[in-house]
């Protein structure tokens, strides 16, 4: 077996880039119509909804018993209460983090469906509970250590590939919804909450 290095070695200097180069070229514009392919695509919030339910079960597989619990229904109705006492409009905010969490959970079925596509199953939307849990167990595990390594990554120019591509969108979208709620209601549920 050849390694590239001693087949390019063979040929004109010239040469060598020009292959290479129509290489990165033509692996540059299919990795961009893949993603447009993706990312083109809108779940519905049907399916959205069972994908966060699937989501839910894969995160309590894994859940630790000194995790905290989430916050409950009428937790966060409290909070926007005290938000609109502050004079901030509880109305703007619900719909600023629902856009958010729409857009996040839209580039997470995007990942959800790629991979599907590398197990070659189709539709996502078509899975039955079972197969969709398995597959959104994979699209969690790798957002998880996306999210591990983001601070990590050499920051080396590493060829982007469709997956590392929306992994990187998830990330962006998922950290702007942390930010929504680190500015509108943290400060808000520090100050009502009662294990000061």
Same mark, same amino acid.
């Given at each position: =077996?050849?390694?590239? #290095?001693?087949?390019?070695?063979?040929?004109?200097?010239?040469? #060598?880039?020009?292959?290479?180069?129509?290489?990165?070229?033509?692996?540059?514009? &299919?990795?961009?119509?893949?993603? #447009?392919? =993706?990312?083109?695509?809108?779940?519905?919030?049907?399916?959205?909804?069972?994908?966060?339910?699937?989501?839910?079960?894969?995160?309590?597989?894994?859940? &630790?018993? #000194?995790?905290?619990?989430?916050?409950?229904?009428?937790?966060?109705?409290?909070?926007?209460?005290?938000? %609109?006492?502050?004079?901030?409009?509880?109305?703007?905010?619900?719909?600023?983090?629902?856009?958010?969490?729409?857009?996040?959970?839209?580039?997470?079925?995007?990942?959800?469906?790629?991979?599907?596509? %590398?197990?070659?199953?189709?539709?996502?939307?078509?899975?039955?509970?079972?197969? +969709?849990?398995?597959?959104?167990?994979?699209?969690? &595990?790798?957002?998880?250590?996306? +999210? &591990?390594?983001?601070?990590? +990554?050499?920051?080396?120019?590493?060829?982007?590939?469709?997956?590392?591509?929306?992994?990187?969108?998830?990330?962006?979208?998922?950290?702007?919804? +942390?930010?929504?709620?680190?500015?509108?209601?943290?400060?808000?549920?520090?100050?009502?909450?009662?294990?000061?």
């Amino acid at each position: =077996m050849y390694s590239l #290095n001693r087949i390019t070695r063979r040929l004109p200097a010239a040469a #060598n880039r020009r292959p290479l180069r129509e290489y990165l070229a033509r692996r540059n514009r &299919d990795c961009r119509q893949d993603i #447009n392919a =993706m990312t083109e695509k809108i779940f519905s919030d049907a399916f959205l909804s069972r994908l966060t339910l699937a989501v839910r079960a894969v995160e309590q597989e894994g859940q &630790d018993a #000194n995790d905290p619990e989430p916050l409950h229904a009428e937790d966060y109705e409290a909070i926007y209460f005290a938000y %609109q006492e502050a004079g901030g409009d509880p109305t703007a905010a619900k719909q600023r983090i629902a856009a958010a969490r729409a857009c996040r959970d839209q580039a997470l079925g995007q990942i959800v469906q790629f991979i599907a596509d %590398q197990y070659g199953v189709g539709p996502v939307e078509r899975l039955g509970d079972e197969a +969709l849990t398995d597959i959104a167990r994979d699209a969690f &595990d790798a957002t998880e250590c996306w +999210l &591990d390594q983001v601070e990590m +990554l050499d920051r080396t120019t590493v060829p982007e590939s469709p997956l590392r591509i929306l992994l990187k969108s998830h990330y962006r979208l998922s950290e702007a919804m +942390l930010h929504l709620h680190d500015t509108l209601l943290w400060p808000i549920a520090k100050r009502i909450s009662p294990w000061k």
